[in-house]
């Protein structure tokens, strides 16, 4: 075998092994609670031991988020997919509304179950906030190339990518909530995407449409 086939492999088994932990480390928080789940186990739980586990992660806070960390590239190979000449904002919506159509509804249920999770448990915040900060970073990249623009010195790549991220977290935690209106999670999407390109006017109160 050659040298690239072998760490072809390599590369895929320790991907392999990365999913496995952290998948251990989510459906274990999710049954038994944060605060009752071991790093032993979680590295029981994957087939793993407690040494590859800390090979991976830094603790199971880290794991248990992980369990996401392929939406970043699925973000940006979908986007990589758009054209070219389409204004970057509008590659994004129709990027994350796509990416929120194609979920099982067994998807959307585990996205409820990680919000839940995190305002159980607010040690995952920090290491959720990391990974959109990253999805960030990447997308003010792939902006960047696509429009010509530096990100070390032009704003617009940074605010594209900000506004983006911004409402992937805002929708997915208020399309979430027990009490929010069973709002299909596209329909916030696109929604909020709306607002933003009008300039984020102030809806009118209620009772005041209308009124002269």
Not at 54 to 62: A, G, L, M
Not at 84 to 101: F, G, K, M, Q, T
Not at 200 to 206: M, N
Request: aromatic fraction near 6%.
């Amino acid at each position: 075998m050659s040298d690239s086939g072998e760490m072809g492999l390599r590369a895929l088994k320790k991907q392999m092994t990365h999913e496995a932990i952290a998948e251990a480390a989510l459906k274990l928080t999710i049954e038994k609670g944060l605060d009752h789940v071991t790093i032993d186990e979680i590295a029981r739980q994957a087939f793993v031991s407690p040494r590859t586990f800390s090979n991976y992660f830094s603790c199971k806070e880290e794991a248990v988020v992980a369990a996401d960390d392929h939406y970043t590239d699925d973000v940006v190979a979908a986007l990589e997919r758009r054209p070219v000449d389409e204004p970057p904002l509008e590659s994004l919506r129709h990027v994350l509304v796509d990416l929120a159509r194609s979920q099982s509804r067994q998807q959307l249920r585990g996205y409820v179950e990680r919000v839940e999770l995190e305002e159980q448990f607010p040690t995952l915040r920090p290491f959720r906030m990391a990974q959109y900060d990253h999805l960030e970073e990447v997308l003010r990249d792939a902006v960047a190339e696509r429009t010509g623009t530096t990100v070390a010195t032009d704003l617009y790549p940074w605010l594209v990518a900000a506004a983006a991220v911004s409402i992937v977290k805002t929708t997915t935690r208020l399309w979430s909530k027990p009490r929010a209106p069973r709002v299909r999670l596209i329909e916030k999407i696109e929604d909020a995407f709306d607002q933003v390109a009008a300039g984020l006017p102030v809806p009118a109160a209620p009772g005041k449409e209308g009124a002269t």
